[in-house]
């Protein structure tokens, strides 16, 4: 018999310790944990062997059984928690941490958007503290008008819907609840998915007071890169360092590998040491000259050291958006503001 079997040496078992997610958090306390394992070492996949020997075969799997029983679930790692709060604040060091001589917080609040999907539970403002269904994203900001770059999976949902504050109201908009706290939700739409990478361009009403200068992805090897965010919710935050949910952030990493996507070559795949959770899907990462590096998409953990060591990022050159952004332009140049279905209560 044949078998393939997940598994080649120290690669094979490194495999078995690692695990990447999804950076969105789709749910939490009693949800699925999203993770699926990934052979990822060097930054290439391990070899798949094939065993045509039944005792080998045997003598593998109770190894490789002997070694997940000792790994831990990756649940702590779909959403915000005191565990990747801490590995956050680790990387930030002593600091200074400045982009583009300002605050992480002062640089990446204005560009940086909470959104979720319209089909989320979130949006009928019914649900009891702790029990938050959905909690969505990020999004971040590429022009003054509301065109925003996001994770692909991020809206795979629906109709994206940026959360904002009370303050924030404006036409097309209508207020809510999340968690309890008031927040007033701007719908938007999709302008294009940029398949098959995990990148989608989204348009909404609500414009920011600041956003990235979209350049080509250049990354230098080694280089310092940020992210962060001002906005998200936390459960239970009477007592915030057992707090979960997804909260505001911010972590630094380097830059330790790039690379073409496979079947899109004008799209970059970056990879960093910045550590990532559930929740921090769309956020952008900035070098500290405030150049967009790229948006999250995923996150890689290790099972055994229970670490988050490293984060994915995309990008696609500057052309495309900026055709996309021009053509939604003149294609809806009279249109109206976005509207929530009627499902969803407006």
Known sequence: MTI?????????????????FPVSNRSFRGGSDHATLRCYFSNRDVRVPQLDSPSKVVLLMLLLA??????????????????????????????????????LTQFFGPRTAWIMSADSGMLDGNHAPGSLIDVGGRAAAVSNDG??????????????????????????????????????????????HFAPADLALVKF??????????????????????????????????????????????????????RKH?????????????????????????????????????????????RAISSELQQIDAKVVFDAIENDRRSQPQAGHSQFPSAAGS
């Not at 831990?72 to 930030?92: C, G, H, K, M, P």
């Not at 404006?170 to 809510?176: C, I, L, Q, S, V």
């Open 66 to 103: 002997a070694l997940m029983a000792g790994c831990v679930s990756l649940q702590e790692y779909t959403f915000d928690n005191a565990r990747i709060r801490q590995q956050q604040e680790e990387s930030l060091g002593s600091g200074p941490n400045l982009v583009d001589g300002t605050s």
């Open 205 to 258: 009403e609500w414009g920011p007071s600041a956003h990235f200068s979209v350049t080509d992805p250049d990354p230098s090897w080694g280089a310092e890169v940020f992210t962060a965010a001002t906005s998200g919710v936390l459960i239970d935050d009477r007592n915030r360092r057992e707090a979960i949910g997804n909260g505001p952030f911010q972590a630094r990493g380097r830059i330790v590998h790039s």
């Open 4 to 20: 393939p079997l997940f598994f080649q040496g120290f690669d094979g078992i490194r495999c078995c310790l690692e695990s990447s």
């Open 262 to 306: 496979e079947n899109r070559p004008d799209v970059l795949q970056v990879t960093t040491t910045i550590p990532v959770r559930g929740g921090m899907s769309g956020a952008p990462v900035a070098d500290a000259d405030g150049k967009l590096i790229g948006i999250l998409t995923a996150g890689t953990m290790s099972r055994l050291r229970y």
């Open 147 to 192: 065109y925003f770059l996001t994770a692909g999976h991020v809206v795979e949902g629906g109709m994206p819907v940026m959360v904002l504050s009370p303050f924030h109201a404006h036409p097309g908009a209508r207020p809510g609840t999340i968690d309890g706290q008031p927040v007033v939700l701007s719908p938007g739409r999709i302008v294009q």
